[in-house]
């Protein structure tokens, strides 16, 4: 992105995707390390009998808790960082309108980026830290919500007095705001130091979790192969099939995880296959959302497939998107443009 960059598109012209992908990218350079050199300390310990984690040999169980989080919470924005820019190419297009506030997703993209990296410990309150830590932690992790906020804001401004084309990327755009929104605020709750003493290893966290990562980087993931699969594959897909599949997953999906949060709160706790009378009500719910969910995903997949196997070519363009892979034939040939484009205008460029 520092070099490769088309002629005339300066950093302010970039789509907003990319910038996302730059953020991811620094995320992966810092972070991943960590991972690795706690991997090398957990070998050294257990062939060469140095105590950095076991309290048998002098070591600390809460270091390793430590190493972990260090690079597993800023894992968790490797998945969302990228989906967030998913999001923020499909709206525009289907808004017909330029972007709201570039330079402020810029921003917010780079801040959960940076700030990403100093809320690991709230995933260790109960593990015995400080005080002083543990309200630091919880600061910090109520302050990443921000930018979060910040993209939400600025792609329901996109749409506003917008030319709305209802399409199916659309759909699970809109979906994903939806879940992530619900995501962000449980995300609150496990945040704050006295409700996370009461949810902390319970179904609540599974329900966050998964409004995070699965509700959030999941959705944008079949929002962006609706939305690029034309360009992909010269296809077309069943408009109509592509919207009744994203339904029935969308309430599969919140029939799944929507009830852990009940039973989080009521005291169930994570990672058990049993549980007492009280709590088959709402597993029971779960479950058959699972299916509901299961058999959305089959209809859109075969949907999906079938569209490969239809005669006849999709326009090059049919989401009349204005970003530069729009701009060539579908699919794209080897090295996509003949001649080197010349970028004259920003990414969004919708009068």
């Given at each position: 992105m520092h070099r490769l960059r088309a002629p005339g598109m300066g950093w302010k012209r970039m789509p907003l995707f990319c910038w996302t992908l730059y953020g991811t990218g620094c995320i992966q350079l810092l972070a991943t390390p960590i991972v690795g050199i706690t991997f090398l300390m957990v070998m050294a310990e257990r062939l060469l009998g140095i105590g950095f984690f076991d309290p048998a040999?002098?070591?600390?169980?809460?270091?390793?808790?430590?190493?972990?989080?260090?690079?597993?919470?800023?894992a968790v924005y490797i998945m969302i960082l990228p989906a967030m820019g998913v999001i923020t190419e499909i709206i525009p297009t289907f808004a017909r309108k330029t972007i709201f506030g570039y330079t402020a997703l810029i921003v917010s993209s780079m801040a959960i980026a940076f700030v990403g990296y100093f809320v690991w410990g709230h995933h260790m309150f109960t593990s015995g830290m400080s005080s002083t830590s543990r309200w630091v932690f919880s600061l910090l992790t109520f302050l990443v919500a921000i930018p979060s906020a910040i993209k939400v804001f600025n792609w329901t401004a996109t749409m506003y007095k917008g030319s709305i084309n209802i399409q199916p990327p659309f759909l699970w755009a809109?979906?994903?705001?939806?879940?992530?929104?619900?995501?962000?605020?449980?995300?609150?709750v496990v945040g704050s130091l006295a409700t996370d003493i009461h949810v902390h290893d319970t179904a609540f966290v599974v329900a966050h979790f998964h409004y995070i990562v699965f509700g959030g980087t999941g959705f944008a993931f079949f929002g962006a192969l609706h939305y690029w699969y034309p360009k992909m594959f010269a296809r077309m897909y069943n408009i109509r099939t592509a919207n009744i599949g994203l339904l029935i997953f969308f309430i599969g999906f919140n029939l799944l995880y929507f009830p852990m949060f009940y039973l989080g709160l009521m005291g169930m706790p994570r990672r058990y296959y049993d549980y007492i009378p009280m709590f088959e009500p709402a597993n029971f719910l779960s479950t058959i959302g699972s299916w509901i969910m299961a058999t959305g995903l089959i209809i859109i997949l075969v949907n999906l497939a079938r569209a490969r196997k239809m005669t006849g070519k999709a326009v090059d363009d049919p989401w009349e998107g204005k970003t530069l892979e729009w701009q060539i034939q579908s699919p794209p040939t080897v090295e996509n443009f003949e001649t080197i484009p010349t970028v004259t205008t920003g990414p969004y460029d919708y009068k």
């Open positions: 040999i002098g070591g600390d169980p809460i270091l390793y808790q430590h190493l972990f989080w260090i690079y597993s919470h800023p809109i979906a994903f705001i939806f879940v992530f929104m619900i995501g962000g605020f449980s995300g609150l």
